[in-house]
């Protein structure tokens, strides 16, 4: 059982360049989510999804574009990076609304 | 045991002592609480969960306690161990609306 899987764990970019997280997730899992963690502002919603083909704005939007075209797959894309937005992401699945929400093992960022 | 009467940032243990671990949330319409655990690395671990319509519930060494009327939940860890050393985080959501909201998080070290 797989779970969700996080690509890339660790990456190094500059400033200006387009960067894609990709997450997975092997339960069929209709929501999925992407927060960001920073120190001293703990884990912030960016983007979710209720099911595929449909996203709505988090807490932290901005800078921001993410897809769904298949249930299993969420990716996150930094249309232009800056260097605020070094942080690490976590991508994040639930069933449903009464369900638990289950964490990825998170993508280590640095836009230099 | 050891405890915080307000949310502290960092609890220091002795091992086999008890825990407790405070979160106050801020939204009065909350309706359903999650502590989760982060391991150093790692993506956040569900631990356990609580709806408003109870005040205790009780898993394996852990126990929430949920009180409303001030807005406050806790985590009671049982015969603390080094395995539990990590950083805890309160999450709550609101009826139809799936999104968790995290608390700043608390981290627990534990001393031999």
């Known amino acids: 059982d797989a779970g969700i899987t996080q690509s890339p764990r660790y990456k190094i970019t500059e400033t200006g360049r387009q960067v894609t997280l990709m997450c997975h997730q092997t339960?069929?899992?209709?929501?999925m989510f992407w927060y960001r963690q920073d120190l001293g502002h703990g884990l912030r919603l960016i983007y979710y999804?209720?099911?595929?083909?449909?996203?709505d704005k988090g807490e932290v939007p901005d800078g921001y574009v993410v897809s769904r075209s298949k249930t299993e797959n969420f990716p996150l894309t930094l249309e232009s990076a800056t260097r605020s937005q070094t942080s690490v992401y976590f991508c994040?699945?639930?069933?449903?609304?009464?369900?638990?929400?289950?964490f990825g093992e998170g993508s280590w960022l640095t836009v230099v | 045991g050891e405890s915080v009467g307000l949310h502290l940032p960092t609890l220091s243990v002795q091992e086999g002592d008890n825990s407790i671990i405070n979160c106050a949330y801020s939204?009065?319409?909350?309706?359903?609480f999650i502590w989760y655990k982060q391991e150093s690395g790692k993506g956040p671990q569900f631990i356990i969960d609580?709806?408003?319509?109870?005040d205790k519930r009780q898993g394996q060494r852990v126990t929430v306690l949920l009180n409303k009327t001030v807005k406050h939940l806790s985590l009671q860890i049982a015969a603390t161990q080094p395995g539990d050393s990590a950083v805890y985080f309160c999450?709550?959501?609101?009826?139809?609306?799936?999104?968790?909201?995290f608390g700043a998080g608390t981290t627990v070290t534990v001393r031999a």
């Open positions: 999450a709550e959501s609101v009826s139809n609306d799936y999104k968790l909201s």
């Open positions: 994040a699945s639930s069933q449903g609304r009464e369900n638990t929400i289950y």
């Open positions: 999804s209720a099911a595929a083909d449909i996203t």
């Open positions: 939204n009065s319409a909350s309706d359903y």
């Open positions: 339960w069929s899992h209709s929501y």
């Open positions: 609580i709806r408003s319509n109870m």
